[in-house]
């Protein structure tokens, strides 16, 4: 490495005192007519490489400056060490000497990196197989690596370059690296606080010394960007609490010398703590005072917060923006009285003016067709900026669960003062995604679940899903295709195919089978922002197959009604989603009531479901959701509830502890057949799992489970009702998201399944 240096030093003195000499050879040489030029010492550069950047071309006139412009550019591509010029009669012989080439690039003892993405480091440091070798280059390169190193807390990284002349005048280059081990953080400490403990301030970081959840989180490995969210979450907790001169004096950070541990120190002031003496408007707010008034959130009498000041300001520009004035600004001017500890705020408001929306721009949608957003939006091009419908289709758009990131920014367009141009920024998720599911228990043993969704099928916005349950007594066929714009006012329409087979549990005894086919359609008919109408119809047909200890219930409907059915039931359906996110709420409440009626065919039946959640922040980081669902069905014209309309209940999605679909009534032969009236209700406490911050992909959280299923003619009351508690968290994972259950039944009754341990990817409650 080190003569090849020396050599390459030698090289490059010995090209300046070339070009020296060349341009005094240059100014020597009589202007002549070029017969020919002739290119000696090329061993991988194209020959046309030289040519292209030579100034002067065979029959034009050679003269001292040409032939000096030409050393320069030559030397100037950066592919030679050295470049000479020599005149034979009217012949330009242009001699160089190429720069060795890289043949390849390899590394030696890397762990943390896979050796993709440290030739990727490299490309983008402009080294890389086929390139020119440079040894400025190659100490560039050097530092890039190390660079991505401390990004990862391994301050103790060393590298060291073997660099390999090989034939044709290529080098092999190797980055021997020696990791060392990761520097954690030893100690965090704040200096100066009063008010808080240090304690209820270190909670305020996402940085700490370590926990059982480091090893996710890497919380303990220090990071400039990490601690600067840090310093500024501790600068809001101080001015959300009234200190309104809070500052961070000085922040030092201390390695230790084997580079392994790193000790945090955090200089603070407090101040005093101010307390809102009044607020008032100034400015011009559109003689409309009374609605911007209710929209403060400032409260005289208490701690001046800035949260709520933000809050404020924000609620006011959006405002102004409901009427159009994208450009408006609203300023807090503190006035503050430090004698008594007061501070009055005068809301400074200038609307500036009226604007509309001249283009939609939509960037980062590699698959997803631009229509597929654009059909959600209701903010439209050449009308009037509204803020609120800005925020609806943000919402609009953020609801199809196909991009991780979406933002949406405007910005005036040059030479058009009353015109903003909007540019939606995503970030694409897959959307397609494989579902699978398990239990165990006595009677199955490990069933399973699969299913395969496509929500974004080719970019289009149609669904497709594939189910299947491969349970041992069980198995279940689903094919649905969604088409969310069947029509261009956004009615939907659901094509549906399915085949169920139930068999008894094998402690049951008996091998009947009760097996329903058939297929729907179904449309859904948007009536407002957030509510859509479903109407559709199906086709069904049941076949009992007899067989030994079949259930009583299904005997008596086969006496009445054949062992082979066929109904053609049709559904009426509602639905409201108001919730902020479809994987992983935060608040909102979502709404749905299904309604079967089968008049045609050999059931006539009427059935009806009811579900409603709510989501309640009770701050960043915590959640309180409910969901609560009821079921009803009925016999109509003198016949009976059609057995295998039946709802069920247990497991993951009604009440969990129990065996999936084992509550309920029994018959005389022990089998679960469901029942015609249905209860359950869920309440979970949400919050980021311990150690990962503000995550809130990974969530732990704690619940309580209550739920009864009642057959025809029995009576409702407390006494058929199961419940139960555990733990569980959720990951929107690649595969989709995962729901993990541990729960303890605290109300059972003799003979019911339990399943203590229960997971599966894509349920909800």
Do not use: C
């Amino acid at each position: 490495m080190k003569l090849l240096a020396h050599h390459l030093r030698l090289r490059t003195v010995a090209s300046f005192v070339s070009l020296a000499f060349a341009a005094q050879m240059a100014w020597a040489v009589d202007p002549f007519t070029v017969a020919d030029i002739r290119v000696e010492g090329l061993q991988r550069v194209e020959p046309g490489t030289v040519f292209a950047s030579m100034p002067v071309r065979v029959g034009e006139t050679y003269n001292d400056d040409k032939g000096t412009s030409a050393i320069r550019s030559l030397f100037a591509l950066g592919l030679f060490t050295d470049v000479r010029l020599e005149v034979n009669g009217n012949v330009l012989v242009v001699i160089v000497q190429e720069r060795p080439t890289v043949a390849s690039v390899e590394f030696a003892g890397n762990k943390e990196f896979s050796k993709e993405i440290l030739q990727g480091a490299l490309r983008d440091a402009g080294l890389a197989a086929g390139r020119p070798y440079d040894k400025a280059l190659a100490d560039r390169a050097e530092q890039e690596l190390k660079r991505q190193y401390i990004n990862r807390s391994l301050y103790g990284a060393e590298i060291v370059t073997t660099v390999t002349p090989t034939e044709r005048n290529q080098v092999n280059l190797t980055f021997n690296v020696t990791e060392g081990r990761t520097a954690r953080i030893k100690d965090i400490d704040i200096v100066g606080n009063k008010a808080f403990s240090t304690g209820t301030l270190k909670d305020l970081f996402d940085l700490d010394t370590g926990g059982w959840m480091s090893w996710y989180s890497k919380s303990d490995q220090y990071s400039r960007a990490k601690l600067n969210a840090d310093l500024e979450a501790l600068r809001s907790y101080y001015l959300a609490r009234g200190y309104l001169d809070f500052s961070i004096d000085s922040t030092q950070v201390a390695m230790s010398p084997d580079k392994e541990s790193i000790s945090i120190t955090v200089n603070i002031t407090e101040g005093d703590r101010f307390v809102v003496s009044g607020i008032s408007l100034g400015g011009n707010y559109l003689e409309k005072e009374d609605e911007f008034k209710s929209l403060i959130t400032i409260k005289p009498g208490e701690a001046y917060n800035a949260d709520q000041v933000a809050q404020t300001v924000k609620a006011f520009t959006d405002h102004f923006g409901n009427y159009g004035f994208a450009f408006a600004s609203v300023e807090p001017r503190p006035e503050v009285d430090r004698a008594n500890n007061r501070v009055a705020i005068v809301l400074q408001a200038d609307p500036s003016r009226r604007a509309y929306v001249r283009r939609i721009n939509i960037q980062g949608n590699a698959k997803t067709r631009d229509e597929v957003v654009r059909r959600e939006f209701r903010q439209f091009e050449s009308s009037w900026y509204d803020a609120e419908k800005i925020k609806l289709s943000r919402d609009r758009v953020d609801r199809l669960g196909y991009f991780t990131e979406l933002s949406i920014t405007s910005a005036e367009v040059p030479g058009a003062p009353d015109q903003v141009d909007l540019t939606v920024e995503l970030k694409e998720k897959p959307t397609g995604s494989i579902s699978v599911g398990a239990g165990y228990s006595s009677a199955e043993k490990v069933s399973l679940t699969f299913g395969l969704t496509q929500d974004n099928l080719f970019g289009s916005g149609n669904r497709l899903d594939l189910q299947l349950n491969t349970g041992k007594y069980n198995r279940t066929a689903v094919v649905s295709a969604t088409d969310p714009y069947f029509t261009a006012n956004g009615i939907s329409r659901t094509v549906d195919l399915f085949y169920k087979s139930q068999k008894p549990y094998q402690d049951q005894g008996g091998n009947y089978t009760l097996i329903t086919m058939g297929g729907g359609l179904k449309f859904g008919v948007p009536l407002t922002e957030l509510d859509t109408l479903y109407v559709g119809i199906n086709a069904e047909r049941t076949r009992i197959n007899p067989g030994t200890n079949i259930p009583a219930a299904y005997l008596a409907y086969a006496e009445r009604f054949g062992y082979s059915s066929t109904s053609f039931p049709f559904t009426l359906g509602w639905s409201r989603d108001s919730r902020d996110s479809a994987l992983a709420p935060n608040a909102g409440r979502y709404q749905r009531l299904l309604g079967e009626l089968g008049l045609l065919g050999d059931a006539r039946y009427f059935k009806a479901n009811y579900q409603y959640q709510q989501y309640i922040p009770l701050s960043k980081r915590y959640t309180l959701a409910f969901n609560g669902e009821v079921g009803w069905g009925k016999g109509l014209s003198g016949r009976p509830f059609p057995v295998f309309k039946n709802f069920y209940s247990g497991g993951l999605g009604s009440v969990r502890g129990y065996e999936q679909s084992t509550l309920g009534p029994r018959d005389v032969t022990g089998a679960f057949i469901g029942g015609t009236r249905k209860v359950t209700l869920n309440t979970e406490f949400i919050t980021p799992f311990p150690g990962v911050g503000n995550d809130r992909t990974l969530r732990l959280f704690g619940f309580v489970d209550i739920g009864g299923l009642y057959g025809e003619g029995e009576k409702l009351s407390a006494s058929g009702l199961r419940a139960s508690t555990g733990i569980g968290f959720s990951w929107i994972s690649p595969l989709g998201p995962l729901r993990f259950a541990f729960a303890v039944p605290i109300r059972k009754q003799p003979g019911d399944r339990i399943q203590k341990l229960q997971f599966q990817i894509g349920t909800s409650f």
